[in-house]
């Protein structure tokens, strides 16, 4: 079994304010006391993943604050620590996280193939993709699927970027290995659903 964790948003390294950095700093570190409590490696394989944050008007200085913020973070936490790609156009894509942070830290990026579709960075799925497996060295990449829920009720008031209760689609990885979260409103009986579907084996939750 693969135990990741996803802290929440309010988790900002980016931040220009000093206490908020710092409270993230302490809400990542509990995280990563945890994982070492119950004996969970210290690698990617065990992810805590985040986003990096707010943009602030200043992409560039934004990761730039991040990567720094980074190495105030315990072992237990930067052995682990994952970044994820947004869902706006204003925030950052795959291309922004590899420039900005992997090429600087060396940390994976997790893709999802959701937020994708608002912030491509200029990139097909399969290559924003591939870009992100890339990140990854001896470890399966894990990557998150979900779809919007504005299409599953066909709703124009629901935010596209919302989450589904079930996925429907099928989820191509271009004939890469990855470990598959849903991110889907009915969690379990989502896979068992789109495992009915698809038939599919490679799918976890």
Same mark, same amino acid.
């Given at each position: 079994? +693969? ?7 309010? %988790? /900002?390294?980016? &931040? ?10 302490? *809400? #990542?570190?509990?995280?990563?006391? /945890?994982?070492?409590?119950? $004996? ?13 944050? $707010?943009?602030?008007? *200043?992409?560039?200085? !934004?990761?730039? +604050?991040?990567?720094? %913020?980074?190495? +105030? #973070? ?5 052995? +682990?620590?994952?970044? =994820?790609?947004?869902?706006?156009? &204003? ?12 090429? /600087? ?18 990139? &097909? ?6 870009? !992100?497996?890339?990140?990854? /060295? ?8 979900? =779809? ?13 970027? @919302? ?11 271009? $004939?890469?290995?990855? *470990? ?5 409103? !009915?969690? =379990? #009986? @989502? ?12 799918? %976890?939750?």
């Amino acid at each position: 079994m +693969r135990i990741t964790s996803h802290p929440g948003p309010f %988790n /900002v390294l980016t &931040s220009p304010h000093p206490h908020v950095v710092t409270n993230c700093i302490k *809400d #990542l570190s509990i995280h990563g006391e /945890v994982f070492d409590l119950i $004996g969970l490696s210290r690698t990617p394989f065990n992810k805590i993943n985040i986003h990096i944050g $707010g943009a602030y008007g *200043d992409k560039p200085s !934004a990761m730039k +604050r991040f990567c720094t %913020n980074f190495h +105030r #973070l315990p072992d237990s936490v930067k052995s +682990r620590l994952t970044v =994820e790609n947004d869902d706006k156009a &204003s925030m950052y894509s795959v291309v922004d996280l590899y420039e900005g942070v992997y090429k /600087v830290i060396g940390i994976p990026i997790v893709f999802d193939y959701h937020h994708h579709k608002f912030c491509t960075g200029g990139l &097909s799925e399969e290559d924003a993709l591939e870009v !992100a497996i890339s990140t990854w /060295v001896d470890i399966i990449p894990v990557v998150h699927y979900s =779809e919007s829920r504005s299409k599953e009720y066909e709703d124009p008031k629901i935010r596209p970027q @919302a989450h589904s209760d079930y996925v429907l689609d099928y989820i191509d990885t271009y $004939g890469n290995e990855v *470990d598959i979260m849903v991110e889907a409103k !009915a969690k =379990e #009986l @989502a896979v068992l659903r789109y495992k009915e579907i698809h038939n599919d084996t490679r799918t %976890n939750s």
